[in-house]
């Protein structure tokens, strides 16, 4: 892959040292008129550490949030379908080395599991599982995924499961899967190779093609992730970046979402080993870098992260967040029976800092004004790959993204939520239909919104 080696990212990042305040300037002038950077442009930016600086990246980096998403929050949970690994990645609490009893959850469970996502108001799933040809071969995923688009009533189902061949890609394909999402974990190879030791996922090359093997099977949507703690985060923001580049040149499209989680204390590993963590202002600082310079990229953020730092990053970049997760396996049937018996739960990948409900995290995203989304509508309509960038680049996410997510939101309303957030959500609902710019759309929007309250669903643009 061009230009993804250690040699050149360093010596850009070294020549995009010490940016003036004319550099910054200029640089945040070309992101808001949607231009192109250069990879010094970008190392400029993630050289930028004087308050002023900073605060115009993340001033910026609102602004274009706002005009490409509008209010517009997607959110989804998580569903994991087994720990089993034969993997032994340094940082991860489903290694092979910690010995506990795995699972995997049979095709009953799994579709109880995505039930009680359904009754929480989710449309949306990150299926996650460990690595084990033997154990979980591609036809256990398979049958996972058609068992759950079968038997309830969830829309899209992103996948994140390890790389894998051309042959296996066209399988997910046709299942229907979402997004294909892997996290690359880091760019700088001798890192990958440190926190990957004699495993299947250790080799560098293979795990770094994968997107190119699936854009080959057919899979538009692809997913992007860089685990933050492991590296320097700047060698990771502008290898991203690159890697990106290489997509968009030879498919036609780059990342469909690009997910930032920071490294998190998980059993059999100590965060003081890990010399790169990284920071809440350079997370913060990522996370706006990312959105100038891939505007049009979703930009994920978990529930690894708190409260407070989930609500501010939605103002500078943020686009999707998952909400009510549990990431243990068959979790969400075990946390339903523990509350009933108050029983203790058991170890999870990794912690979370946010655990609200579903019905909370909709109740805070609505008081701060932001329009939750269960949307699913472009993937069911064939909007994926470059046929969505299309969409984002020509500002249309005003006229079908935004209503689609109020209808989603009524549905949410009507099946899920208290009587407090239903009165509090319709009225949301009807003074964000005011603000709809186009009369048609506004007018549509509004009879569709009467059709769900009248039982009707599954409606959009
Ligand atoms: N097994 C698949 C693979 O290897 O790509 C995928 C899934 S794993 C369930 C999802 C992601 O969790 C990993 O890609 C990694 O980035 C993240 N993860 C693992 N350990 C973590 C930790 N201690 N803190 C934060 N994220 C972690």
């Known amino acids: 892959m061009k230009n993804l080696n250690a040699e050149y990212i360093e010596k850009v990042l070294k020549e995009g040292e010490n940016p003036t305040h004319e550099q910054i300037e200029k640089i945040l002038e070309k992101t808001y008129r949607r231009e192109k950077l250069s990879h010094l442009e970008v190392a400029r930016l993630l050289n930028a550490s004087e308050n002023e600086q900073i605060e115009k990246i993340y001033e910026i980096a609102g602004k274009i949030k706002e005009e490409i998403y509008g209010k517009r929050i997607v959110t989804f949970a998580p569903i994991y379908v087994s720990d089993y690994c034969v993997n032994n990645c340094k940082y991860c609490g489903y290694k092979r080395d910690n010995k506990f009893p795995r699972k995997k959850l049979t095709i009953e469970q799994v579709k109880q599991e995505a039930l009680i996502l359904e009754k929480a108001g989710h449309k949306r799933l ?37 790389a894998t061949t051309v042959e296996n890609y066209k ?81 036609g499209v780059g990342f469909h979402t690009v997910s930032v989680p920071r490294l998190k204390k998980a059993e ?114 064939g909007r994926t790959g470059d046929r969505f960038m ?21 549905e949410y309303l009507d099946d899920c939520a208290d009587e407090e957030l239903k009165v509090k959500g319709k009225k949301f609902i009807l003074s964000s239909i005011d603000k709809l710019k186009n009369d048609k759309i506004r007018e549509l929007t509004r009879e569709n919104i009467n059709r769900i309250e009248n039982g009707e669903r599954d409606l959009f643009l």
């Open 126 to 162: 990150a299926f996650e599982s460990g690595e084990d040809p033997v154990n979980l071969p591609i036809e256990y995923f398979l049958d996972c995924l058609n068992a759950i688009y079968e038997s309830s009533d969830i829309r899209r189902i992103n996948v994140n499961v390890a």
């Open 268 to 381: 059999g590993m100590d965060l003081n080993e890990f010399p790169h963590l990284v920071t809440d202002e350079e997370f913060k600082h990522v996370v706006s870098i990312i959105r100038l310079v891939i505007p049009f990229t979703g930009i994920i953020l978990s529930t690894r992260e708190t409260q407070e730092m989930r609500e501010r990053l939605l103002n500078q970049g943020v686009s999707q967040i998952s909400a009510g997760s549990i990431t243990e396996v068959g979790g969400y049937v075990e946390d339903e029976e523990a509350k009933k018996a108050g029983i203790q739960k058991e170890v999870p990948q990794f912690e979370l800092s946010d655990e609200r409900s579903v019905l909370q995290v909709i109740n805070d995203l609505v008081d701060d004004g932001y329009i939750p989304s269960f949307c699913t509508a472009c993937y069911r309509s």
């Open 171 to 251: 399988k997910l394909l046709e299942v229907g899967i979402g997004t294909y999402i892997l996290f690359q974990e880091t760019y700088h190879k001798p890192t990958f190779e440190f926190m990957h030791p004699k495993s299947l996922k250790g080799d560098y090359d293979y795990h770094l093609t994968a997107f190119d093997r699936a854009q080959e099977a057919g899979i538009d949507d692809v997913g992007a992730g860089i685990l933050l703690g492991l590296y320097d985060y700047k060698y990771e923001v502008l290898a991203l970046l690159i890697h990106n580049e290489h997509l968009e040149e030879n498919f």
């Open 390 to 410: 299309q969409l984002a680049k020509s500002g249309q996410i005003h006229n079908v993204c935004e209503p689609n997510a109020l209808m989603t939101l009524m």
